[in-house]
């Protein structure tokens, strides 16, 4: 998990990784107003089933096996537009990377 949020620099504010029911089975990896990253392990165990683009998304990345970029949303700490990139670890983990909307929309990557 830090390797990859490190290689995403400003790309990714957060990380975690959660199975295919939603319960997050890792810390947080939250890159905070400093820029540097920082476990947060009071998110392991909660569950994220309950967001739009959750359940959708883990059917498709079990049937297709590639990554998915969520529609845009509010985050509910930050209150920031982002959006999410889930990606199969393997068929029962997965990673989600949350990302500024600023960030794609500056670089129009999507």
Same mark, same amino acid.
């Given at each position: $998990?830090?390797?990859?949020?490190?290689?995403?620099g400003?790309?990714?504010?957060?990380g975690?990784?959660?199975? *295919?029911?939603?319960?997050?089975?890792?810390?947080?990896?939250?890159?905070?107003?400093?820029?540097?990253?920082? %476990?947060?392990?009071? #998110? *392991?165990?909660?569950?994220?089933?309950?967001?739009p683009? %959750?359940?959708?998304?883990?059917?498709? $990345?079990?049937?297709?096996?590639?990554?998915?970029?969520?529609?845009?949303?509010?985050?509910? *700490?930050?209150?920031? @537009?982002?959006?999410?990139?889930?990606?199969?670890i393997?068929?029962?983990?997965?990673?989600? @990377?949350?990302i500024?909307?600023? #960030?794609? #929309? *500056?670089?129009?990557?999507?």
């Open positions: $998990m830090a390797e990859a949020a490190h290689s995403l400003n790309a990714c504010f957060r975690y990784i959660c199975d *295919e029911d939603g319960h997050q089975v890792s810390a947080n990896y939250y890159r905070n107003g400093d820029g540097d990253w920082e %476990f947060q392990p009071e #998110y *392991e165990g909660d569950n994220w089933s309950w967001r683009y %959750f359940l959708e998304n883990i059917v498709r $990345m079990k049937h297709d096996q590639v990554g998915i970029l969520s529609d845009l949303y509010s985050d509910i *700490e930050t209150n920031e @537009l982002i959006r999410t990139y889930s990606y199969p393997n068929e029962s983990y997965y990673l989600f @990377l949350d500024p909307y600023l #960030y794609l #929309y *500056e670089r129009d990557d999507y």
